[in-house]
């Protein structure tokens, strides 16, 4: 496999429950350095909730994730988030669902149902889109083999990023499909 699914940007999904107000945001990140910057704009921005719950999964193996109940009962919160994330089928999702406690307890099954619901809204208003995992290779050809090169980074429709000349040859900097890797090293060995 060398594509995933994923969200294309930013949505937001509100769900209410006797008077606690659950607001779910879900975004796409590429790293937990990301994830950790959202987490905190959201906690500056609503800086009076009482919870900011989250659950994220990066990567396309599944063993990258994260799931915090934020002071919530233990697996009320952060697990039901991450379950919607992986009903989705999705990765490279964060979501943070912050509540306004509304002055009733909701109880675990209540909790659970309300973080589910409010994360389900969440990616239901998301677009979802597939991504291609790609791979950057670089290697040098002598002049004479430029258009060859040209011909083949076409036909395959892989992405030129940056081209470097030498007295001697041409340096390529490309984007290849992890699907094609092995076509393109072939390739680039008999061209090289």
Known sequence: MDTYQTIAAASIGEFK???SKFMAYAYFVSDEIEI???LDLLKKEHFKATHHCYAYRLGTDGKQYRANDDGEPSGTAGRPILGQIDSFGLTHVLI????????TKLGTSGLINAYREAAKLALEN???I???IESQIDFSVPYLKMNEVMQFLKQYEI???ATDYSDESIHF???VRNKLL???KEKIANLS
């Open 17 to 19: 429950e006797k008077g």
């Open 36 to 38: 950790k910057e959202k």
């Open 96 to 103: 943070v669902v912050v509540r306004y406690y509304g002055g």
């Open 126 to 128: 998301s677009i979802k």
């Open 130 to 132: 597939e991504k291609i």
């Open 159 to 161: 992405e030129l990023i």
């Open 173 to 175: 900097r490309v984007s």
């Open 182 to 184: 092995d076509l393109v």
